[in-house]
């Protein structure tokens, strides 16, 4: 269950900051503090939260690299929420599936967001966000430039 529920908060909080500085921002906005209505005492202070982050990936260099820096930020928030509050599961499932069903708002491809799949004895070699050296025995993945196989 701890990991369904961490899948969950990361389909939330890649929802969130994909919305930050676009169309769908207020409707985002105001469905997460929904999520958080309960605790009315963190209210005031995650809507503080919620306008400056959003506020920090509009004025970014770089919109997407402040949504990436955020995104674990969410995740953590989002994950502790469904803890306290299993309730909130099927709200917070309908802001990710919203957000990933509008126009320009889905976060396939913009905010962690990735499906490997290998069939038969395929094998996947995949990276976000960085670089990928792949060691092993020699094979068609390790041939070099010219053919030549890889000294591994």
């Given amino acids: 269950m701890n990991d369904e529920l961490t899948v969950l908060a990361e389909a939330g909080a890649a929802a969130v900051v994909t919305a930050m500085a676009t169309d769908l921002w207020q409707e985002t906005r105001g469905a997460v503090v929904a999520l ?16 400056g982050n959003a506020t920090l990936v509009r004025q970014a260099p770089d919109p997407d690299a402040a949504r990436q820096a955020l995104f674990s930020y969410w995740t ?18 309908r802001l990710a599936a919203a957000v990933e069903e509008a126009p320009g708002g889905g976060t396939r491809g913009r905010v962690l967001r990735q499906t490997n799949t290998a069939h038969g004895s395929g094998t996947v070699f995949a990276v976000q966000q960085g670089d990928q050296h792949a060691y092993g025995a020699k094979s068609e993945w390790a041939q070099g430039p010219e053919g030549a196989q890889s000294q591994g």
């Fill in 76 to 93: 953590l928030e989002l994950t502790a929420l469904l803890r306290r509050d299993p309730a909130v599961r099927a709200a917070l499932e």
């Fill in 36 to 51: 958080f209505r309960p605790d009315r005492r963190r209210r005031a202070a995650l809507e503080s939260q919620l306008d």
